[in-house]
């Protein structure tokens, strides 16, 4: 199975940390971002992964070129300027991917095991999502249980989840958000969820990294 890892955001909130560096190389406890999330998917045995690349993606691309000296194969899905948005990121990067992936928001630090996702017998058109208790700048969160209506409590959309290629048939190139596409398809009982209650942090803004950073501090 292969993984999609999306590093095309801006990071607009993360200036000026991220005038000339894109936020998933922002360093978190010595090393830059999207290595822990690479070195966690080597860990459940996934090593082909897919980066998307916009804003200084060169960086990404100089710093981990091949993947090769950290054990996987990584190959690049370079986006317009502006990026594609997260949908419009995967669709363009389905040929690179298989029939079945998982994808991790590139700006996320979490100890989830993505080998659990892995276990997870999928049907046609069907996606699972990992869902976290809300934090402070999400009091609302995003989306409900899947087994639950939708007037039951809402939590929030890690960044986490895996689907199946056909989850985006018939959806045309282009930018194009994720959240209105799961919300459509939860309704359409194509999405399964659950809840994950451990380390989760969505690093937003460089006092939330600098938080994080002192919570991993030795």
């Keep these: ?98 029939e079945s992936f998982i994808v991790i928001n590139g700006d996320v630090y979490s100890d989830y095991d993505i080998s659990a996702l892995m276990q997870l017998h999928l049907q046609p058109k069907e996606a699972h999502i990992v869902l976290v208790e809300n934090p402070a700048h999400n009091p609302e969160g995003d989306f409900t249980l899947s087994h639950l209506p939708n007037s039951e409590q809402r939590y929030t959309f890690s960044g986490i989840g895996r689907y199946q290629a056909d989850f985006f048939e018939g959806l045309a190139p282009g930018i194009l958000p994720l959240g209105p596409l799961l919300r459509e398809k939860l309704n359409e009982h194509l999405v399964s969820t659950e809840l994950y209650i451990g380390q989760w942090d969505d690093i937003g803004t460089p006092e939330r990294l600098s938080t994080l950073n002192q919570q991993l501090a030795p």
Aim: hydrophobic share 45%.
């Design 1 to 98: 199975m292969k993984a999609m890892i999306l590093a095309a955001g801006r990071g607009k909130r993360m200036m000026p940390l991220t005038a000339q560096l894109p936020k998933p190389m922002l360093c978190v406890a010595g090393k830059p971002l999207i290595e822990h999330h690479i070195m966690r998917l080597k860990t459940a045995g996934i090593t082909q992964i897919v980066i998307n690349l916009a804003w200084q993606g060169d960086k990404i691309k100089t710093y981990f070129a091949d993947g090769s000296a950290w054990g996987v194969s990584i190959t690049y899905s370079q986006e317009v300027t502006g990026g594609l948005e997260t949908a419009g990121g995967i669709i363009q990067a389905l040929p690179l991917l298989g």
